[in-house]
């Protein structure tokens, strides 16, 4: 590894918008093991920060925190002004989540899908149709919404899947990995379907990924973490900058900070997952 801890750019949240996430120290352990080790990071409203890294860093860990899913062991953190640990039903009122795994219902239509989700997140009777006709105007979705999901392509699954975690208008939307199986094509869509998100409706975008185009296309700011630790920040062109070489790309950052990236690629655990994914998705 190239840098250490005390390398880490001090680039905070971008100065022009108020701060919308913020950790402090947050930390995980697994008995004696640490998956996050005193993660400090600021997001700003209406930003699409991204949090890369190689398998096992402890990106979906940090998810699972902020998404209230999993407690940290230590720290805090805050998602607009509400703490994760003592407010967690205010934070889950605040955020929309699309995992890796399914989220969708195959056995049911897009539209049936939405209403269920309409239902979990106590949207009012009287404006849930109008909320989901919309999502799903938005996702590309409306002469699909009475088909069964079992009949959608990989990409009209994703999208139906940003429709449910966008439903009640969160405030922050975390994506990991959202286009993990994804073709090409498919992939592309959902790029613009983030940035429209944040464009249309000021949405905070808080996404995982390990296609560094895709950060460096979407990502206002991105942060490499490695071994449970964030080890630099900063915007992709800053971050390309910084390298002494001619026209680098995010992927050179990559392993410039985290070394070899075919050391980490992850375990039979990781890879049976993204390829059951890739599989439904394809």
């Known amino acids: 590894m190239n840098e250490t801890k005390s390398d880490v750019s001090l680039i905070t949240a971008r100065d022009d918008r108020p701060i ?35 398998n096992g860093a402890g990106k979906s860990t940090v998810i699972k925190m902020l998404t209230t ?49 309409a239902k979990l997140y106590d949207i009012p009777h009287r404006v849930q149709r109008v909320r989901i006709r919309e999502a799903l105007e938005f996702m590309g979705l409306q002469e699909a919404a009475d088909r069964l999901v079992r009949t959608y392509s990989g990409g009209m699954i994703r999208r139906l899947e940003i429709a449910q975690a966008i439903l009640h208008q969160p405030a922050v939307l975390f994506l990991d990995e959202p286009t993990v199986g994804l073709d090409p094509l498919a992939r592309s869509v959902v790029w613009e379907l983030v940035q429209q998100l944040r464009t249309n409706y000021g949405t905070t975008v808080f996404l995982t990924t390990h296609f560094m185009e895709e950060a460096d296309s979407l990502c206002h700011r991105v942060a490499i973490m490695h071994q449970g630790s964030v080890i630099v920040m900063d915007t992709p062109d800053r971050l390309k900058a910084s390298l002494a070489q001619a026209n680098p790309t995010l992927d050179d950052v990559f392993i410039h900070y985290t070394g070899n990236p075919l050391e980490s690629g992850g375990t039979y655990r990781d890879t049976s997952r993204l390829r059951r994914t890739t599989q439904r998705l394809g």
């Open 69 to 117: 899913l999993l407690p940290p062991t230590a720290g805090r953190a805050k998602i607009a002004g509400f703490d994760i640990r003592g407010q967690a039903a205010q934070v889950r009122r605040q955020i929309g989540y699309v995992p890796q795994s399914l989220s969708a219902d195959g056995t049911l239509t897009g539209y049936e899908n939405l209403l269920i989700f």
């Open 20 to 54: 919308i996430l913020e950790t402090q120290g947050l930390t995980r352990k697994f008995h004696q093991f640490t998956a996050v080790d005193r993660l400090d990071l600021t997001v700003s409203s209406g930003e699409i920060f991204g949090l890369l890294g190689p």
